[in-house]
């Protein structure tokens, strides 16, 4: 079955560290993002990626970094630049006409201790 | 500054008993309005996408209809098995991204 792989599902980060998420897609869509979801809040744009070798930001992409050298996978860091990166993190891919919108992953959840 | 806003935050339902959420939005150039269904712990569900003003779209107990200024999701005779969270997004500034909104709880109980 063709689909968005998140891993790991659970994520805890000590003070100072940088943690990298994982995305994997085999839909063979262009484009990938990453979201963050916080309590109450939508979901915010971290960075997109719409071809390999290249990404922009999103509206919240300080302390966080990406890259795409794989059509299929695009993880994100986690860097220790991010002050509050307790949240829901998920990832999505959608094709070029997007008719279907976005696929979105299963996401990680990654708590600070 | 392009935006999304639904309401309720929260909807409580009994089963059977038929309701609406709703989405606002004020962006320039819409490309597409798109519904989502997101479970506690899960990533969103796609569910539909609107194009143009007087569309309608139906999946089962659900209906999604489009205006120029806001999206409608109709539930008809829900099940408790319809609970989640529903969320409303639209493109902004072409299909690069997607802006969401906020979301809307429902809870139907029997």
């Known amino acids: 079955d063709g689909g968005i792989t998140q891993s790991p599902k659970y994520l805890f980060r000590k003070e100072g560290q940088n943690v990298t998420l994982s995305c994997e897609q085999n839909?063979?869509?262009?484009?990938m993002y990453w979201y963050r979801q916080d309590p109450g809040q939508g979901l915010r744009l971290i960075y997109y990626?719409?071809?390999?070798?290249?990404?922009q930001k999103g509206d919240i992409a300080e302390g966080y970094s990406v890259s795409r050298e794989k059509k299929e996978s695009f993880p994100l860091t986690v860097t220790s630049a991010q002050k509050n990166p307790t949240a829901f993190y998920l990832c999505?891919?959608?094709?070029?006409?997007?008719?279907?919108?976005?696929?979105f992953g299963s996401g990680t959840r990654l708590t600070v201790v | 500054e392009d935006q999304v806003t639904q309401s309720p935050e929260a909807l409580r339902l009994q089963e059977g008993e038929s309701s609406s959420l709703n989405c606002s939005y004020t962006?320039?150039?819409?490309?597409?309005l798109f519904w989502y269904r997101q479970d506690p712990g899960k990533g969103p569900e796609f569910l539909f996408t609107?194009?143009?003003a007087g569309e309608e779209k139906e999946k089962e107990r659900l209906k999604a209809t489009l205006t120029k200024k806001e999206s409608f999701l109709h539930i008809t005779a829900p099940k408790p098995e319809d609970s989640a969270t529903y969320l409303c997004?639209?493109?902004?500034?072409?299909?690069?991204?997607?802006?969401f909104g906020a979301g809307t709880r429902l809870a139907v109980h029997p």
């Open positions: 999505a891919s959608s094709s070029r006409d997007r008719v279907d919108g976005y696929t």
């Open positions: 839909l063979n869509h262009d484009a």
């Open positions: 990626s719409q071809i390999v070798n290249d990404f």
């Open positions: 962006v320039s150039g819409l490309r597409g």
């Open positions: 609107l194009y143009s």
């Open positions: 997004a639209s493109t902004s500034g072409g299909y690069n991204k997607l802006i």
